[in-house]
T-cell receptor, first 114, second 115 residues
Framework: KNQVEQSPQSLIILEGKNCTLQ??????????LRWYKQDTGRGPVSLTI?????NTKSNGRYTATLDADTKQSSLHITASQLSDSASYIC?????????????FGRGTQLTVWP | EADIYQTPRYLVIGTGKKITLECSQT?????MYWYQQDPGMELHLIHY???????EKGDLSSESTVSRIRTEHFPLTLESARPSHTSQYLC??????????????FGPGTRLTVL
């Protein structure tokens, strides 16, 4: 069964600290993996996207890694800010865009305290 | 910032009412989607469209219907709302460029509460 599992379910850190969120998937075949940020009451916004051949992708203070062999991805947030408080969702696609289906994780709820 | 809009943002209605959730995008995207999301849970695809006059049901069974008469507009309708329809509804669109990495752009969502 194709699944996307994220951990931890929730995380609280202090402003300025770093953190790493995990995503394990069993989706096959694999096309690409995305990380989205979803602020409370808003729609998700894309942070990074990686295909099979990419093992790291950065977007400012966000760095995503992908190990396609172990089917694991991580999202590292550096020097956290209060505005980083949000749900971070891992999304895996099983094919190219036209036929691909997206599998969503339940997200990690990150809270950054001052 | 994505140019995709949803109205209303919040809606509280009584059981049995007919409602339409509006979604529009100004990016000229061919593909549009409706997702349902409960708190702390993953998004579930309920409808999608690959272009005008094209609509398909998604993975999650839904009593709602959709239409795609214009490229930019993808409304979702519930003929008779029930408390089980209480949820967050997210609309998204993406460009049908044929690449493996097309990104879905999401609207702000409609929070529906059926009493």
């Amino acid at each position: 069964k194709n699944q996307v599992e994220q951990s931890p379910q929730s995380l609280i850190i202090l402003e300025g600290k770093n953190c790493t969120l995990q995503c394990n998937y069993t989706v096959s075949p694999f096309s690409n993996l995305r990380w989205y940020k979803q602020d409370t009451g808003r729609g998700p916004v894309s942070l990074t996207i990686m295909t099979f051949s990419e093992n790291t992708k950065s977007n400012g203070r966000y760095t995503a890694t992908l190990d396609a062999d172990t089917k694991q991805s991580s999202l590292h947030i550096t020097a956290s800010q209060l505005s980083d408080s949000a749900s971070y969702i891992c999304v895996v696609s099983d094919r190219g865009s036209t036929l691909g289906r997206l599998y969503f994780g339940r997200g990690t709820q990150l809270t950054v305290w001052p | 910032e994505a140019d995709i809009y949803q109205t209303p943002r919040y809606l509280v209605i009584g059981t049995g009412k007919k409602i339409t959730l509006e979604c529009s995008q100004t990016m000229g995207h061919d593909k549009m989607y409706w997702y349902q999301q409960d708190p702390g849970m993953e998004l579930h695809l309920i409808h999608y469209s690959y272009g005008v006059n094209s609509t398909e049901k998604g993975d999650l069974s839904s009593e709602s219907t959709v239409s795609r008469i214009r490229t930019e507009h993808f409304p979702l309708t519930l003929e008779s709302a029930r408390p089980s329809h209480t949820s967050q509804y997210l609309c998204a669109s993406s460009d049908n460029d044929g690449l493996a990495t097309d990104t879905q752009y999401f609207g702000p969502g409609t929070r529906l509460t059926v009493l």
